[in-house]
């Protein structure tokens, strides 16, 4: 059992490899050759709006803050720096709670297989939630995910380090009070239908995070994020996946890549 990251992990590895090779036939001169595409960088951080009232989780984002909240559009094709991907919108909030994700996919052929908790959602249509508190000890590649499908299963990991072990250790046993609700805008897993797509609300209590920042974010403080996904259809010739790092190549976990979020007062 493996999680999506921890597979992309391993395309790093080969990528690295496949660079290694390419050096060693081409020569020195491959290095200087840059890519033609510039790596889109957003020049302000994201808003992340704060919640009052907090939204009602059902899966309907008829809430007020998501009225108020920033709307995310920029996503990109994994792999394929600077090719927009546009089936998602996504928005973030939070209060002294909890930080609340919604999402908003076009789906026209919705499949999942799974209901468990901490099952491996990637397989199926899936949304991602990647976030990078900064460290404050000695553990540097902390790194928390989220997973959630339109069954509401939800898949959690703390990696307190990659070189610790994956989502075998660090998956089970971290289960934060979080709460998904998705609705489905079409049939799900029948793929003789055209679908429009499907929403995710999303809660997680900001004591997920409490190894890393045990008092929780404060107004003004900047984290890193990655909205993610996978999008498996029938009208597709292989899976998209989608992520919020435009030149993310080396797996979801790539955070150094990651956009910058920033908290927002109350107001
Ligand atoms: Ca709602
Ligand atoms: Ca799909
Ligand atoms: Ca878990």
């Known amino acids: 059992m493996r999680s999506c990251q921890i597979r992309a992990r391993e395309s790093f590895r080969a990528a690295l490899c496949a660079l290694c090779v390419s050096i060693l036939v081409s020569g020195c001169a491959v290095i200087g050759k840059t890519s033609a595409v510039e790596r889109y960088v957003p020049k302000e951080p994201y808003p992340v709006v704060y919640a009052d009232p907090a939204p009602v989780i059902d899966g309907v984002l008829d809430d007020p ?53 901490d099952a491996v959602l990637c397989r199926a249509d899936v949304v991602e939630l990647f976030v990078k508190p900064p460290v404050r000890d000695r553990y540097e590649y ?53 679908d429009e797509g499907y929403t995710v609300e999303v809660s997680i209590p900001l004591d997920a995070f409490s190894r890393t920042v045990p008092e929780g974010p404060k107004a003004g403080d900047t984290w890193r994020y990655n909205v993610s996904g996978y999008d498996f259809s029938v009208y597709r010739r292989e899976p998209l996946l989608w992520t919020s790092v435009d030149g993310n190549t080396r797996g979801f976990a790539e955070y150094e890549l990651y956009p910058s979020m920033i908290f927002l007062s109350r107001e």
């Not at 991907?85 to 994700?101: G, H, P, Q, S």
């Not at 299963?153 to 990659?162: Q, R």
């Not at 250790?169 to 239908?193: H, L, M, Q």
């Open 65 to 117: 803050v998501w009225k108020k909240a920033v709307p995310m559009e920029t996503f990109f094709e994994y792999k394929k720096t600077g090719v927009r991907v546009d089936i998602v919108r996504a928005w973030m909030a939070w209060d002294e709670k909890n930080l609340y994700l919604a999402a908003s996919i076009r789906d026209k052929d919705i499949w999942v297989t799974e209901t468990e908790r």
């Open 142 to 194: 902390e790194l928390y995910e989220f997973e959630f499908n339109v069954w509401n299963a939800i898949w959690d990991i703390h990696y307190v380090g990659f070189g610790g072990g994956g989502d075998v250790r660090f998956s089970k046993g971290y289960e934060p009070d979080i709460v998904c609700r998705a609705t489905a805008r079409g049939t799900v897993n029948d793929w003789t239908d055209v």
